[in-house]
Every structure is written in C-alpha cells, then in structure tokens.
C-alpha cells in the first residue's frame, strides 16, 4: 500500500498534468474560435449581442417650490412635508408651481 507522502507527491504530478492538459484544450479552442470569426468576419462587437448600456440618469426639474424656504420638488415620489402640510391647510399644489 502507497504512504500518504506518496500518494500527495502522485495527486501533485496529476494536478501538474491536469493544468498543462487544460492549458493545451483552450489555446485549441481559442485557436478554433478565432478561425470561425475570421471565417464569417465577426468582430467582438458582434459577440456583446448588441448589450445595452445603461442610461445615466439626469436630474429632473424642479416643478413645485416652497416660497418660504425655497424647498423645490419635482412632482415625482411622495410629495414633501412642507407640501403636504400646505395641502392639509387647504391650499392647491398647484399654487406651489414654479413658472
């Protein structure tokens, strides 16, 4: 029966192998796909599928302001505190708006 010393020494030589076996499997593949993109003239562009990139987002206008502070809100999301305070007392959104 092998001693572990040995046993660890033959699973070293076979990782070792392992890698050089992979190694050679993808300098074929990549030698392969390389050949197949300049045989039907595809470029890495081709390959991203046409990924979309992502819009920055932009700020959005101030639509309503608080004439007493000079708070503004967008209109967008829950309307602010000072806004719905406002409301509360009777008074329209629209008396906020900026012009």
Same mark, same amino acid.
């Given at each position: 029966?092998?001693?572990?010393?040995?046993?660890? =020494? #033959?699973?070293? =030589?076979?990782?070792? #192998? =392992?890698?050089?076996?992979?190694?050679?499997?993808?300098?074929?593949?990549? =030698?392969?796909?390389?050949?197949?993109?300049?045989?039907?003239?595809?470029?890495?562009?081709?390959?991203?599928?046409?990924?979309? /990139?992502?819009?920055?987002?932009?700020?959005?206008?101030?639509?309503?302001?608080?004439?007493?502070?000079?708070?503004?809100?967008?209109?967008?999301?829950?309307?602010?505190?000072?806004?719905?305070?406002?409301?509360?007392?009777?008074?329209? /959104?629209?008396?906020?708006?900026?012009?």
């Amino acid at each position: 029966m092998a001693t572990y010393t040995e046993l660890k =020494a #033959q699973a070293e =030589a076979l990782l070792k #192998q =392992a890698e050089v076996a992979r190694r050679a499997e993808i300098a074929s593949v990549v =030698a392969e796909i390389q050949a197949r993109m300049k045989e039907y003239g595809i470029t890495l562009d081709d390959l991203k599928g046409g990924a979309k /990139k992502a819009k920055a987002r932009t700020a959005v206008a101030a639509k309503y302001r608080n004439p007493a502070t000079g708070e503004s809100w967008s209109g967008r999301g829950r309307a602010p505190k000072w806004l719905a305070e406002e409301q509360a007392k009777g008074r329209s /959104k629209d008396a906020f708006l900026i012009k």
